[in-house]
């Protein structure tokens, strides 16, 4: 990838002459991330040179580096140089091509469909431009008769505050075609501040105006396939319902009440990443719990079971069935399983009684 | 029919001479001659539609303007009045977004204008954005104001547009009123020597191999000058690739008979009637009005079949009066 965006760079400069940093051929590592890495582009252009439109106005001063940095939302390179295949983030090198190699300088579009150069900045450029100002402003990039001299502050001020927040609402209902159950209400903030789902993993194609042109009261993501991507394996109820719902709570939609020390942790701390919603916790608290509960503190009768006498040495997995300290314990390991009436009740709820004596059958002598 | 109906009516009406008094021979004849003016009359009515496609240069040329493309940046109305000698302020005035409070028609000192659905500085919200046409004289395949001009001072250009030759005319304004866009201006103000004011498509910049100047000028080639064929080839190859993003029609490839200048639209041209593109029948008005003139004077059909019920009533009287 680094070998392709070096491709990049030596076409642009050597096309438009630009106004870049010194270039060094980059070392060529195999990238599989999908998320743009700005260490990867380091290479490209920092400016490039608009110049070679004729016409009314002067060149234009084109920050791109402020505008690789922003394409992460939404293709990436791709975004612009649309000529790249779809997966051209995975390829060892995407042919990137300057703009002009494809666009004539001068003309109208052919009869092909093939934009004139002008037009192709100015489609790329203004689809957000436009978006974020609510006017053309064609002075923001442009100078009349060719008075435009480059502006070093100009990047600043691109950095700046010309980009409003994005804005979501921090839940949607919908009503749905679903007989019965029509409702789903989802919590956008709870997806993107609690579960720490990415922007982009919902709203790769959206343009960037929709979310940081203030709030938008449209769906702007195909719904069905983004829930998808993690909901497929979910019933109808997972996200359906008769009424709108509250915001995701831990204890009651999991019957597992974040104590205070659990309430601080990520979700990822605990479950597999992206995979909360359908997988179990396994193994997860092992790390943090070690070998011994009580080595945090943890005290054992929180659960309703003290652990006493004899219990106090055996590890967690010694009793919990399944290699999961979240499972049951299995008392049968020691304990002969029948009810018993009167003060040597040991068991864990008003159901189940167990003798606390202990099954020599089933247990080893130096227990 | 015709042959046999003519053949039918020579020799009877000349043995009519022999018997006069039949009088359901009078009643045959009568009905007789009258097909006959009915079938010279369709035949002519007939051939006159294809007459007039026939007057269509292949050539022809076209503007495709994609709505959904367009800014609303008034640069064409800019380099329109300069191709034009049309008086004009500076580039960066054409900024001024409060000209769309209005809607505006061609005038006679500018020949294109650029309407919005909404002005954008009363609510610029971003869910909900203008939607932008620029309108001027649509040169018609078929133009009403050339088939109402009495003195062929409108003539449709083999390239396409339709012009107008200022010595010709003499002022009738018969166009203006024929023009189903409404788009003729006349030069009131010009006491001794007014004009009628339109679009020309740049006639005098495409003679000379240059584009017309709102297609040169416009940033985001929403405009595309073209062969007419082609634009209409390439309006529908963009309708088919981005079904989302186009209705399913092309203002202009049908609208009053068809026009040089074609629109695509995001958003139903029912909504953009106030703009500038009205809804108009298939059939220019020409086309109807031509069809029956030209019905009842092609081959002095019309006068010959008057002159033939005549000539049969003077025969039919004088044998009457004689018998």
Known sequence: MNAALATLVLLLVGQTHAQTQPQTQPQTQPHTSTAINLDRVEKIPDVVMLDQVPGCYGSVRFDHRVHVEMSGIQGECRNC???????AKSADKPDVRPCRECHEPTGNA????????RGAYHRQCLDCHRDWTHENACGFCHTVSGTFRANPALSDRLRGNLQPRAEAHAAYVYTTAHKGIPTVTFHHKDHTERFGIKCVECHAGNSCS???????ERPLVNRQQSCYNCHAQDRCVTCHDLRERPAFDHAQRTGWWLRPAHAALACNDCHKPNEYPTTPVTGACLPCHAKRWGDLGFDHARTGVALEG????????DCH????????????????????????????????WWDARVNHDTTSSDH | MNARTSSQITPKS????????DTSRRGFLRVGAALTALTVGGKALASSGADGAAKLSEGRM??????????????CEWACNDANNNPHGKLEECDDQSVFATLRRPRTDQFCVVNATRNPLADPSPADPPIFAKVQCMHCEYPPCVSACLVGAMEKSPEGPVTYDASKCIGCRYCMIACPFERLTYEYDRRFTPRVRKCELCLHRTREGKLPACVEICPVEALQYGRREDLLRIAHERIAAHPDRYVDRVYGETEGGGTSWLYLSARPFEQLVDLG??????????????????????????PLAIAAILTTLHFLTRKGGHA
């Open chain 1, 210 to 216: 929709q979310c940081h042109g203030g709030v938008s």
């Open chain 2, 62 to 75: 076209g503007v495709l303007v994609d709505l959904s493309r367009c800014v609303g940046c008034r640069r």
């Open chain 1, 110 to 117: 052919t009869t092909d469909g093939k934009l004139g150069l």
């Open chain 2, 277 to 302: 593109l009205p809804k108009l029948p298939d059939k220019s008005p020409a086309e109807r009005t031509e069809r029956i003139q030209h019905a009842i004077f092609k081959g002095a059909a019309g």
């Open chain 1, 321 to 352: 069935r399944g290699g999961n300290e979240l499972m049951l314990a299995d008392c049968t390991k020691c304990h002969e399983e029948r009810p018993v009436e009167g003060p040597r009740r040991v068991g864990r709820d008003n159901a189940t």
């Open chain 2, 14 to 21: 000349g043995s009519s001479v022999q018997a006069p008094t």
């Open chain 1, 310 to 317: 004899d219990h106090a040495y055996f590890n967690c997995l």
């Open chain 1, 81 to 87: 140089h649309h000529e790249l295949p779809e997966d």
